[in-house]
Nanobody
Framework: QVQLAESGGDLVQAGGSLRLSCAVS????????MGWFRQAPGKQRELVAT???????NYKDSLKDRFTISRDNGKSTVYLQIDSLKPEDTAVYYC????????????WGQGTQVTVSS
């Protein structure tokens, strides 16, 4: 059973930074892609960034200048660094795991709240 647990969400002022963490437990029989998603109030969930086991990262175009995804395979942890936070970054941030032979993300964390005050 794969479990994901996010942490690091907080209330911060605009312009600040946060680093979110996602700890992965359980065994996975194949290589995987990790993703960070977010869902703001009243909006659909959106993909923020993904990273392969080899460290290849992809970002939503509008966020790539301020968001950095990374992973420590030894610690089974994925991180999302968010700089120059804006009020519109306020959302619940979720991490998810997709085995490479899956077309969707079957494993999700419970989410961590990020609130940015102006």
């Amino acid at each position: 059973q794969v479990q994901l647990a996010e942490s690091g969400g907080d209330l911060v002022q605009a312009g600040g930074s946060l680093r979110l963490s996602c700890a992965v437990s359980g065994s996975i029989s194949s290589m995987s892609v990790m993703g960070w998603f977010r869902q703001a109030p009243g909006k659909q969930r959106e993909l923020v960034a993904t990273i392969t086991e080899g460290g290849h990262a992809n970002y939503k175009d509008s966020l790539k200048d301020r968001f950095t995804i990374s992973r420590d395979n030894g610690k089974s942890t994925v991180y999302l660094q968010i700089d120059s936070l804006k009020p519109e970054d306020t959302a619940v941030y979720y991490c998810a795991l997709r085995p490479i032979h899956y077309s969707a993300y079957p494993y999700w964390g419970q989410g961590t709240q990020v609130t940015v005050s102006s």
